[in-house]
């Protein structure tokens, strides 16, 4: 299984990225998809993660309302669609993939819980 994350860069306060993962080795109906990031000098964070079998999202508190995640089937491809950025959402963002479905609030947002990840990109907010 390989994860490819792409998609960071320099942005503005104020403006948006979309972040991508594209997923190959095998099939993913049975997996839930996160993005985590990992700011500078700070342990690695859960931000949203999708069930790619139903496309259920999950989300923490933080990027509600201004990060969407998504998935395309035929791509096999997770986004992350971030807008309104801000400074404190400079971090390298990380796509990773979930064996055996959603599972709880807890197991959702740990790293731990994940079983595949991707290489990372880096976000960066300033003006």
């Known amino acids: 299984v390989q994860l490819q994350a792409s998609g960071g860069g320099l942005v503005q306060p104020g403006g948006y990225l979309r972040l991508s993962c594209a997923a190959s080795g095998r099939t993913f109906s049975g997996y839930l998809m996160g993005w985590f990031r990992q700011a500078a000098g700070k342990e690695r964070e859960f931000v949203a993660a999708?069930?790619?079998?139903?496309?259920?999202?999950y989300n923490t508190e933080s990027v509600k309302g201004r990060f969407t995640i998504s998935r395309d089937n035929a791509k096999n491809t997770v986004y992350l669609q971030m807008n309104s950025l801000n400074a404190e959402d400079t971090a390298v963002y990380y796509c990773?993939?979930?064996?055996?479905?959603?599972?709880?609030?807890?197991?959702?947002?740990?790293?731990?819980?994940?079983?595949?990840w991707g290489q990372g990109t880096l976000v960066t907010v300033s003006s």
């Open positions: 990773a993939g979930k064996i055996g479905g959603a599972g709880s609030w807890y197991e959702r947002k740990m790293p731990g819980s994940y079983h595949y």
């Open positions: 999708i069930m790619w079998a139903n496309s259920k999202t």
